[in-house]
């Protein structure tokens, strides 16, 4: 069943805006900010899997704020680094600049530049439900950062069903093949449907 109020698990201002005009695809959701809570501290990322990262987060909102809450987890696999950086994405250099200049500096000799942007999006409740769900976005990475939108490794992804950086592209152009977008429209399904899925892990295993 979808929610009426909806917390996003997140503090990161790129992935608020893309999550918020995401969820209002599902129809009537009021959704707010972490900043609207007070001081909830959402848990550090683990290194296992997007799955634990984003339900972990979504989890410890909605203790924190009685409601359910949106959490999310993604990263870049790139084939020639093993899948790498991956689930540490984030936390491959400081900044976004730093993480995209190390991930290039580690492919300046590779031929084969495939990657693909995965996320898991994870809807907990007080509780103790939960749903995740999972999308998936192919690509390559380009030589050199094209393009001023987006955040995060953006400007050196270009989608394979765009034939440009998500740097280059309206947010509404990336939000037709995104990572982001498909997770979240598969979880608004899932949650229309009102299926027994909807009732997955209600103690938090995944």
């Not at 009537?28 to 339900?55: C, H, I, K, R, W």
């Not at 949106?70 to 994405?89: C, T």
């Not at 409740?125 to 953006?154: H, K, M, N, Q, S």
Request: aromatic fraction near 4%; proline fraction near 5%; hydrophobic fraction near 45%.
């Amino acid at each position: 069943m979808t929610p009426d109020r909806l917390v996003l698990a997140t503090a990161n201002p790129g992935k608020i805006a893309e999550l918020r005009a995401l969820v209002e695809e599902w129809g009537s959701v009021e959704t707010q900010g972490l900043d609207t809570l007070g001081g909830v501290v959402l848990p550090p990322e683990g290194e296992a899997s997007y799955a634990e990262n984003a339900v972990a987060k979504a989890r410890a909102v909605a203790l924190a704020s009685g409601l359910p809450a949106l959490g999310d987890d993604s990263g870049l696999e790139v084939d020639a680094l093993g899948g790498a950086p991956g689930a540490l994405s984030a936390r491959l250099a400081a900044t976004d600049a730093e993480r995209i200049a190390t991930l290039l500096a580690r492919l300046a000799n590779a031929s084969d530049r495939r990657a693909r942007f995965r996320c898991v999006v994870a809807i907990a409740w007080p509780d103790g439900r939960v749903e995740t769900a999972e999308g998936t976005c192919a690509g390559l990475i380009v030589e050199a950062p094209v393009g001023r939108g987006g955040f995060g490794y953006d400007p050196i992804f270009l989608a394979d069903e765009l034939g440009h950086t998500f740097a280059e592209v309206t947010a509404a152009e990336k939000a037709r093949v995104s990572h982001r977008a498909r997770a979240v429209r598969a979880l608004g399904r899932r949650l229309a449907s009102g299926g027994p899925a909807a009732l997955r892990h209600p103690r938090g295993t995944c």
